[in-house]
């Protein structure tokens, strides 16, 4: 499990500076993939990560695993949508904040999509005052299958 999720790291060049990279997880083993992120294809220490809502009951272990290089979060919805019986990106964040995550740096968009947009215009424009130039999609497969047909369907670049 950990080396197929090593495997799915991925990644797609989003015009220059911004690098988006996807992490298919599955499971509280394939998090422990993460900790090596990102790949030395990917310059710079600090990245945004979108997580889906998919990963809430891992979130503790995600935050862990990417703590090294995290900078900030963006929340979203998961595959199933939001629904009363099933938890939102809202929810993801609030979990976020009870795990010592700074208000400042956690946001919430309620698509997948959105939520990778909103962390690739952060991390262009630099409007949080940092040099970060990467994003990683964190989520299950068909969560990171919509963003990257949002983005395209571009396959990963090769480094």
Do not use: K
């Not at 310059?43 to 889906?52: C, E, F, I, R």
């Not at 809502?53 to 703590?67: G, H, I, P, T, Y």
């Not at 595959?79 to 979990?95: C, M, N, Y």
């Amino acid at each position: 499990m950990v080396q197929a999720a090593r495997d799915s790291l991925t990644d797609v060049r989003f015009g220059p500076p911004v690098r988006v990279g996807f992490a298919e997880v599955s499971g509280p083993d394939d998090l422990a993939a993460l900790a090596g992120w990102p790949p030395e294809r990917f310059p710079g220490p600090d990245l945004v990560a979108v997580l889906s809502v998919d990963l809430v009951d891992q979130l503790a272990s995600a935050l862990e695993a990417l703590r090294r290089v995290l900078h900030e979060i963006v929340c979203c919805d998961g595959s199933a949508g939001a629904s009363d019986q099933v938890p939102s990106g809202f929810d993801l964040a609030t979990r976020a904040l009870e795990l010592g995550m700074g208000e400042d740096l956690v946001s919430t968009v309620p698509t997948a999509e959105g939520a990778v947009d909103h962390a690739v215009r952060s991390v262009a424009v630099g409007d949080s005052g940092w040099s970060g130039r990467n994003v990683l999609v964190v989520g299950s497969a068909a969560v990171v299958g919509r963003v990257r047909d949002h983005l395209g369907g571009r396959s990963p670049e090769s480094v």
